[in-house]
């Protein structure tokens, strides 16, 4: 989410971050956008059906004037009538290269695997879990003795950068399409 925020003001940046919104009151990421001016909204999930949720967020993203939701460290699968009316307009970054290890653990599947490099990718979201049309990846080589731990501190570097990269692109496309 910082990675997005500061790479939205950049003079070439074709994208304003209107809201930050969370299932998690404590999200270090509100704070930041507190600190930022950036408007925020938190609902927790905890104790309410899945549909009363999703309007809850897509209200917040409506009222806010978003035109696209850039998911980050968002861990709540969204309900399908969310997903199909942001379709083409929601993305997901996701710590693998896709379609290799979707879901949790990528960086142990990976090492356990044997792979020459973890990385990450920022796709589409859609109803199937981490399937949506990949819109950008960055390798990231797995080197001799890796964790996940230390793999994964080098995959989120990568994630800055390659996220501000393909939401800016996306709306590029989605804009002249």
Do not use: C
């Not at 994208?15 to 919104?21: D, H, R, T, W």
């Not at 460290?73 to 083409?88: D, P, Q």
């Not at 693998?96 to 653990?105: A, F, I």
């Amino acid at each position: 989410m910082a990675a997005l925020l500061y790479a939205s003001r950049l003079p070439t940046s074709n994208y304003e971050i209107v809201l930050v919104a969370s299932n998690r009151e404590d999200a270090k990421g509100l704070t930041l956008a507190r600190a930022e001016g950036i408007a925020t909204f938190a609902q927790s999930h905890r104790g309410m059906e899945r549909d009363a949720h999703d309007a809850a967020m897509e209200q917040a993203a409506q009222a806010a004037g978003a035109d696209y939701i850039a998911l980050a460290g968002y861990m709540r699968i969204l309900g399908t009538a969310f997903v199909e009316r942001w379709s083409e307009r929601m993305l997901n970054i996701h710590p693998s290269l896709l379609p290799r290890y979707k879901g949790l653990d990528t960086h142990g599947r990976a090492i356990a695997a044997g792979d020459m490099h973890g990385g990450v990718s920022v796709h589409l979201v859609t109803a199937d879990l981490d399937g949506g049309e990949v819109l950008a990846q960055m390798p990231v080589a797995i080197e001799e003795g890796d964790t996940p731990e230390t793999l994964e501190a080098r995959v989120r570097f990568a994630e800055h950068q390659v996220y501000p990269f393909a939401l800016s692109r996306h709306i590029d496309r989605h804009r002249t399409s």
